[in-house]
């Protein structure tokens, strides 16, 4: 199964990377950009069939160490 | 006193630390690598600068789930003094022995030079020897400095006078102004500053030294 982790900056956590990138794509010329947080995405292999236990699975590696749930969200799927 | 230094695949601040701890102790400390998953017995815990595991995913985050740092949380339970510098302020709190997370500094520069830091609490082992409003000296070295903690976590280590250093002049960003923090038993401290660079004249001044005079004379 191939799965995908989503980790995000919670709201109200300051990004100073994402105004930056911000900045760059004014720079750019691209005008209307209102703002821009960069997170992280996790492509994962999992073995298995059992789509519930690697989501539960998931959930736990995100928790434990692809996410600092101190400033950071986490979103799990599985994708085919 | 008795000390390890525990070092990572990518830690560079290990042996100006194992100096400091020899020259202010007259023991050398024992190096332990993270693999480990036993600590000898000693007084004093130290996790050093660097940048552990390339600071891959998170500053700090690889490092804090090896296998030494359960010891570590052990020893640490058990109320053996545990220093993290720098690299070792992010890999406690990665850990979760301290709360907050360092964050990429506000300027998005790494940062390296002279600050200056006021203490604010002389109740703990590493800051009795200064008094409380003491400014001192402290160089500076890192791009992921900015401490952050949620607002309750904040009154709480505020509350319990837990913030044990303060940046006179914010270089970083870091909420409060935050430069180092105690763990709630007061016996981890977590700094991003560097006391071990600046304990003799050679370095261009000794305000490192009462720190670990300090965390000497405790076990003495």
Request: hydrophobic share 45%; proline share 4%.
């Amino acid at each position: 199964m191939k799965a995908r982790v989503t980790v995000t900056l919670k709201n109200g956590v300051l990004d100073p990377q994402g105004k930056a990138i911000e900045g760059a794509l004014g720079a750019l010329g691209f005008a209307g950009v209102g703002g821009v947080r960069q997170g992280k995405v996790f492509d994962i292999e999992i073995a298995g069939t059992d789509a519930d236990k690697a989501k539960a699975d998931l959930e736990a590696m995100a928790a434990k160490l692809l996410a600092n749930t101190v400033i950071e969200n986490y979103r799990v799927e599985i994708v085919g | 006193m008795k000390s390890a230094v525990v070092v990572f695949p990518g830690s560079n601040r290990e042996r100006d630390m194992i100096a400091t701890l020899e020259k202010i102790s007259g023991q050398r400390p024992v190096s332990v690598w993270h693999a480990d998953s036993e600590l000898p017995k000693v007084d004093l815990i130290v996790i050093p600068g660097g940048f552990s595991y390339g600071d891959y995913l998170r500053s700090g985050a690889i490092a804090a789930r090896a296998p030494i740092m359960a010891a570590i949380a052990r020893e640490a339970e058990r109320g053996v003094a545990v220093l993290g510098v720098c690299n070792g302020f992010q890999i406690l709190c990665e850990a979760g022995l301290l709360p907050g997370v360092l964050m990429r500094n506000a300027g998005l520069r790494f940062i390296c030079k002279e600050v200056e830091l006021r203490v604010e609490t002389t109740a703990s082992v590493f800051t009795s020897g200064y008094a409380k409003g003491q400014v001192i000296r402290s160089p500076v070295a890192h791009g992921d400095g900015n401490y952050r903690a949620d607002d309750e976590t904040l009154a709480r280590l505020k509350g319990e006078d837990r913030i044990a250093f303060r940046y006179v002049g914010n270089p970083n960003g870091s909420i409060d102004d935050i430069a180092g923090i105690l763990s709630e038993k007061r016996n981890i401290l977590g700094m991003m500053p560097h006391p071990e660079n600046l304990i003799e004249p050679l370095n261009g001044g000794t305000d490192g030294r009462p720190l670990f005079e300090s965390a000497l004379k405790a076990v003495a």
